[in-house]
T-cell receptor, first 110, second 114 residues
Framework: RKEVEQDPGPFNVPEGATVAFNCTYS??????FFWYRQDCRKEPKLLMS???SGNEDGRFTAQLNRASQYISLLIRDSKLSDSATYLC???????????FGAGTQVVVTP | ETGVTQTPRHLVMGMTNKKSLKCEQH?????MYWYKQSAKKPLELMFV???????ENNSVPSRFSPECPNSSHLFLHLHTLQPEDSALYLC?????????????FGPGTRLTVT
């Protein structure tokens, strides 16, 4: 079983719509959680950290469910520029040892 | 954005060559990382340096040799690579704040081994 699992997509989303997707992780000792976005042939960029109480940053909302071991990302009012691959990232050890998911591709269409 | 820079951006090398990748972070962070990203695969952590000391070596073959002379610079020395080592090599840095490890990535070096 993969340590961090994501639906690869693609999620095809009309501009202005809402899209949400999850990520599951296998290690219950995981401590920190993040969403990164990666554009084609570019480096991953930190989108947001995910806190236990859930958090929101503009049109983006992240939730953490420790009992079921998943995190989610919701994007409201999707923009064309939101088209990217969204990487779920989990830290379950010391020294910043991050485990990356393979990513969920989102394609926002006009 | 120039928080983390990497050179070269592209590299083509033969299997008998020796080359080095360079990473520099301008964020005042105390930890640096090397990752490998192959096509259609998740990022794989290769090495972690915290306060210039290697604290993680993720079963990486010895043909990859990291060096961290100070907290701002990180190198990856390459020798006798194999074609399957062709990938995007990403450097990242973070500031260890008691367990939160938000990492910031450089643009990567796209390596092709012929």
């Amino acid at each position: 079983r993969k340590e961090v699992e994501q639906d690869p997509g693609p999620f095809n989303v009309p501009e202005g719509a809402t899209v949400a997707f999850n990520c599951t992780y296998s290690n219950s000792a995981s401590q920190s959680f993040f969403w990164y976005r990666q554009d084609c042939r570019k480096e991953p960029k930190l989108l947001m950290s995910v806190y236990s109480s859930g958090n929101e940053d503009g049109r983006f909302t992240a939730q953490l469910n420790r009992a079921s071991q998943y995190i989610s990302l919701l994007i409201r009012d999707s923009k064309l520029s939101d088209s990217a691959t969204y990487l779920c990232v989990v830290n379950f050890g010391s020294w910043g040892k991050l485990q990356f998911g393979a990513g969920t591709q989102v394609v926002v269409t006009p | 954005e120039t928080g983390v820079t990497q050179t070269p951006r592209h590299l083509v090398m033969g299997m008998t060559n020796k080359k080095s990748l360079k990473c520099e972070q301008h964020l005042g962070h105390n930890a640096m990382y090397w990752y490998k990203q192959s096509a259609k695969k998740p990022l794989e952590l290769m090495f972690v340096y915290s306060l210039e000391e290697r604290v993680e070596n993720n079963s990486v073959p010895s043909r990859f040799s990291p060096e961290c002379p100070n907290s701002s610079h990180l190198f990856l020395h390459l020798h006798t690579l194999q074609p399957e080592d062709s990938a995007l090599y990403l450097c990242a840095s973070s500031q260890d704040r008691g367990g939160t490890y938000e990492q910031y990535f450089g643009p990567g070096t796209r390596l092709t081994v012929t």
